[in-house]
């Protein structure tokens, strides 16, 4: 199978412009909202959002390994489809998150000993590797979308398994402080 034809005509000063305001107003949402509450009865349970986050996120999780096997077997127009798959669920995910922020505010975890350690370090990583990994998607996405496949490999290097890792670890986040939600900590 041969690779596929390129999909969107390259144009790297405007790509990068798109992809810095887009990561910038994205980044600068989610720190800013992240610190307000908005205070509504919404008809249902709030921390339902977190639910779906740790369903989209797991989702995404397999996406990404599908992904890599896709291309790995030289399916490439099924590697880019689920791979845009994974960016459209991420969107989803990201809305999803500030509203859970949005309406529930802070929890904080009630895991003493050994288990608080090791949440906050994954919690830590996570923040850290979540607020820098959308503009490599987006980029990793640009360059494959382009036909610049050799550049769209190299950077899916560092991109893939920082996504994995953010994805799998917003499960496990969501898994350890979900116990938490509404018990007062």
């Known amino acids: 199978m041969e690779l596929l034809q390129?999909?969107?005509e390259k144009n790297d000063r405007v790509a990068r412009w798109l992809i810095f305001t887009l990561s910038i107003v994205v980044f600068t949402a989610v720190a800013l909202l992240s610190r307000v509450k908005v205070d509504v009865e919404l008809g249902f349970d709030?921390?339902?959002f977190a639910k779906a986050n740790a369903?989209?996120?797991s989702t995404v999780s397999l996406l990404l390994v599908a992904g890599l096997i896709a291309v790995k077997l030289r399916k490439y127009l099924l590697h880019k489809r689920i791979m845009l798959t994974a960016i459209i669920l991420s969107c989803l995910f990201l809305v999803s998150y500030i509203c859970h922020h949005l309406f529930t505010g802070?929890?904080?975890f009630?895991?003493?000993g050994g288990i608080r350690s090791f949440y906050f370090i994954i919690l830590g990583t996570h923040i850290l590797l979540a607020a820098i990994i959308l503009p490599f998607v987006l980029f990793t996405a640009y360059?494959?979308?382009t036909g610049?496949?050799?550049k769209h490999r190299k950077l899916s290097k560092i991109t893939w398994p920082v996504w994995l890792y953010v994805s799998v670890t917003g499960?496990?986040?969501y898994l350890m402080i979900s116990p938490y939600y509404d018990t007062g900590y």
Do not use: F, W
């Open 46 to 48: 709030k921390h339902l």
């Open 106 to 108: 802070e929890t904080k």
């Open 143 to 145: 360059r494959g979308l």
């Open 148 to 150: 610049e496949y050799d």
């Open 171 to 173: 499960v496990l986040v």
């Open 110 to 112: 009630g895991g003493t």
């Open 55 to 57: 369903i989209i996120n």
């Open 6 to 8: 390129p999909s969107v």
